[in-house]
């Protein structure tokens, strides 16, 4: 059994790694780009605003916030709400949800995507160099939405549809989870904003595939199981 789960899990990343097209939601169907507002230019007093905020977080954030966010930004997944959920949220041990979960995180990117290159956003530490961020930087100008804090709360919804009792505290998680891509110092108040709404759209339309529904009800009955509730 366990040489199947891992056989599962491996197989999900995999075809995650190599998926070029949509498992569940095309950009086509959600239009994230043209849904969001198009964020603050560089040199506006929105965007000022924005880089004091980022500062008051570095001055204040401490060295254990510093590793959560890191350890967060690592960890991209439905399986980062372990922490929350229990050590049973194990990707090993639950092929099914380890397979929702790749098809989730692909149809996140595919999503989020076409808006990072349509709106073109500087990453704030490469704005304003007095910024020190303790995450993974970039040169690329692709900051809103942010695909982290939109994977964070696709997967958090996710997670509702499979365990709506514990809403409140996967919605809480998700809240966190997003807002540690400040304390990282590489996005805008805004670009989580932004995600947010992404993700909320991109679930709404994922919710009435069949094919998510399926794979959804299947993950449901095992992760139910693994972390003893009720099916």
């Given at each position: 059994m366990k040489k199947l789960?891992?056989?599962?899990?491996?197989?999900?990343?995999?075809?995650?790694?190599?998926?070029?097209?949509?498992?569940f939601v095309a950009a086509s169907q959600t239009r994230i780009d043209q849904i969001l507002t198009t964020p603050a230019a560089d040199d506006s007093a929105a965007t000022r605003v924005e880089l004091a905020v980022l500062h008051r977080i570095e001055e204040s954030r401490t060295p254990a916030q510093v590793a959560k966010a890191q350890a967060d930004e690592a960890l991209e997944t439905l399986f980062v709400y372990r922490d929350v959920l229990g050590e049973r949220l194990d990707a090993a041990q639950l092929p099914l949800t380890a397979i929702l979960a790749g098809h989730v995180k692909n149809?996140?990117?595919?999503?989020?995507?076409?808006?990072?290159?349509?709106?073109?956003?500087?990453?704030?530490?490469?704005?304003?160099?007095?910024?020190?961020?303790?995450?993974?930087?970039?040169?690329?100008?692709?900051?809103?939405?942010?695909?982290?804090?939109?994977?964070?709360?696709?997967?958090?919804?996710?997670l509702v549809?499979?365990?709506?009792?514990?809403?409140?505290?996967?919605?809480?998680?998700?809240?966190?989870?997003?807002?540690?891509?400040?304390?990282?110092?590489?996005?805008?108040?805004?670009?989580i904003e932004a995600s947010k709404l992404g993700s909320y759209a991109t679930h709404a339309v994922m919710s009435n595939n069949?094919?998510?529904?399926?794979?959804?009800?299947?993950?449901?009955g095992e992760l139910r199981k693994a972390l003893g509730l009720p099916e």
């Open positions: 789960a891992l056989f599962c899990l491996a197989s999900g990343l995999a075809l995650t790694a190599q998926a070029k097209d949509p498992v149809d996140e990117g595919i999503n989020s995507g076409p808006a990072k290159l349509a709106f073109h956003r500087v990453r704030p530490y490469n704005l304003d160099k007095s910024l020190h961020p303790v995450c993974k930087t970039k040169a690329k100008d692709d900051s809103y939405p942010s695909g982290h804090a939109t994977s964070g709360y696709l997967n958090a919804l996710v549809d499979m365990l709506p009792e514990k809403r409140d505290v996967i919605l809480a998680r998700a809240d966190d989870y997003a807002h540690n891509r400040l304390v990282c110092g590489v996005h805008y108040p805004s670009d069949p094919q998510y529904q399926k794979e959804m009800a299947a993950a449901r």
